[in-house]
């Protein structure tokens, strides 16, 4: 988990607040993914950028989610208003570079969300 | 579509038997396949990764193999202990032009000692 840091661990809020889930790269990398771990569903694609830019934004469940990276070392995944239904643990994931192993995914230890 | 699917869901073996894990995707034109390991409440770990022009790589006590034509990879895990036991996924990756991946569902392992 060292290559990505994830704020905050567990976060439970009421429906219809805000969420901010936030991502930092520790090492380099070219790409950032977010991904959805649901017990019913399994781990899903949200969106994912290069080099900061999005690229495939089509996991996005609905215009609730949006998902920003104004630079390298920080992306966020937003979700207004939040819904019951988007109780999960949401994963930040990132890999390329130029260091050894770059070509592995490697992933934080994820932000648990439950919406009440 | 691809999909890739994991059987068995869940697996209860005795410590030191060796056993195998399966991944079966649909669409045999993958870039690479990779094998991860999610302990509780933690992240994914990469265990493994292999190239669509290889055929297996090997790691410690693990070796997984890879057969495009027939849709599937294993994951052999030798002489298992109950640090083994977590949940297990595979996932490929769609082309070398895009960074997709689609995940299994995993398969739940436990050792017992």
């Known amino acids: 988990d060292a290559g990505v840091i994830q704020s905050p661990r567990h976060e439970v809020t009421e429906m219809g607040q805000e969420v901010t889930l936030r991502c930092k790269p520790i090492?380099?990398?070219?790409?950032l993914f977010w991904y959805r771990q649901t017990m019913m569903r399994g781990l899903e694609l949200l969106i994912y950028?290069?080099?900061?830019?999005?690229?495939?934004d089509s996991g996005m469940p609905e215009d609730r989610f949006s998902a920003k990276m104004p630079n390298a070392s920080f992306s966020t995944l937003k979700i207004q208003p939040s819904e019951p239904r988007d109780s999960a643990v949401y994963f930040c994931?990132?890999?390329?570079?130029?260091?050894?192993?770059?070509?592995?995914?490697?992933f934080g230890a994820g932000s648990r969300l439950t919406v009440l | 579509k691809q999909e890739v699917t994991q059987i068995p869901a869940a697996l209860s073996v005795p410590e030191g038997e060796n056993l195998v894990l399966n991944c079966s995707f649909t669409d045999s034109a993958i870039y690479n396949l990779q094998w991860f390991r999610q302990d509780p409440g933690k992240g994914l770990t990469s265990l493994l990764l292999?190239?669509?022009?290889?055929r297996e790589q090997t790691s410690g006590r693990l070796n997984a193999s890879l057969d495009k034509s027939s849709g599937r990879s294993t994951l052999y895990i030798a002489a298992s202990q109950p640090g083994d036991s977590a949940t297990y996924l595979c996932?490929?990756?769609?082309?070398?032009?895009?960074?997709?991946?689609?995940f299994g569902t995993g398969t739940r392992l436990k050792v017992l000692a």
């Open positions: 996932a490929a990756r769609l082309s070398l032009a895009t960074y997709k991946y689609i």
């Open positions: 090492s380099g990398h070219d790409y």
């Open positions: 950028f290069n080099n900061n830019v999005p690229i495939d």
């Open positions: 994931a990132i890999v390329g570079g130029r260091a050894p192993g770059a070509n592995v995914l490697t």
């Open positions: 292999i190239q669509s022009s290889q």
